[in-house]
């Protein structure tokens, strides 16, 4: 069995010890696979020095998170696109929109979500969104760009049955967390009308922890619990799972 954590922030963890730890804990669960988001450009050199100590399992993204999309983002854009240059990358992200903590910001986030699938599409390589609160606005803009080049994966899905379909048809696979475990977020309800061959999974680690660690910190081990829920909600087994939605993520990354 072979399973694939296609967004963590594993790399926030900064003592040595915890972090190897963590990682075995992983490869415990047969979790072999971690794919790294990038959110500002501080985060750029843990994801470097993750990836350099675990080249064989560790993959980097390079994005803005749209929380950190402020006045003289433009700047920080550039110095993000700049250090794509001399690293793999395999992946935009996360990028998005987010209009939970900040409404204002609005115009700057759909520029900046607007560039950086630019980049994408100049690269060939996919995108990863960070949507909350903003379905319509992250649509209206997909649709805008939408192409034959335009592809990814709408990171932590939480929407309804429709929104899964517009994403799907837009070509986009869904993220699954931690929220699928959780009893009355109607996740479960929605993925019945999904098929398991447009799902991947995740952990957004160390956020959005599964049950049983619900409100604790997150990490890329209990990426097995989200396995065994999708696996009841399908009615097939977590080595089926771990098989299609780790196909899902080569097709994806092409790695």
Not at 130 to 154: M, P, S, T, Y
Not at 158 to 168: K, L
Not at 226 to 250: C, F, L
Request: hydrophobic letters at 40%.
């Amino acid at each position: 069995m072979l399973l694939t954590d296609t967004h963590t922030h594993l790399y926030y963890e900064t003592d040595a010890d915890q972090l190897d730890a963590k990682m075995q804990r992983c490869f415990d669960q047969q979790i072999t696979r971690l794919f790294l988001p990038n959110v500002d450009l501080s985060s750029i050199p843990m994801i470097d020095a993750l990836v350099n100590k675990y080249p064989e399992n560790c993959f980097a993204m390079a994005g803005l998170h749209p929380c950190d999309v402020k006045e003289g983002f433009e700047l920080v854009l550039d110095e993000i696109c700049e250090s794509i240059v001399d690293r793999n990358i395999y992946a935009i992200g996360e990028i998005g929109i987010d209009l939970h903590w900040d409404k204002t910001t609005l115009d700057i986030q759909k520029i900046a979500f607007a560039e950086q699938i630019k980049w994408a599409k100049d690269l060939g390589l996919p995108i990863v969104i960070h949507c909350r609160e903003a379905f319509d606005e992250v649509f209206e803009v997909l649709e805008k760009e939408k192409d034959d080049q335009l592809r990814g994966i709408l990171h932590c899905f939480t929407g309804n049955a429709e929104q899964a379909q517009q994403a799907i048809d837009l070509g986009f696979y869904l993220g699954i967390g931690g929220v699928v475990t959780y009893k009355k977020a109607g996740l479960d309800e929605v993925l019945l009308s999904v098929p398991l061959n447009k799902l991947v999974l995740e952990t957004d680690s160390p956020y959005l922890a599964p049950v049983p660690f619900r409100g604790k910190p997150n990490e890329s081990s209990y990426l097995i619990h989200v396995a065994e829920r999708v696996a009841e909600i399908y009615g097939t087994s977590v080595e089926e799972v771990a098989a299609v939605t780790t196909a899902n993520s080569i097709q994806i990354f092409n790695i």
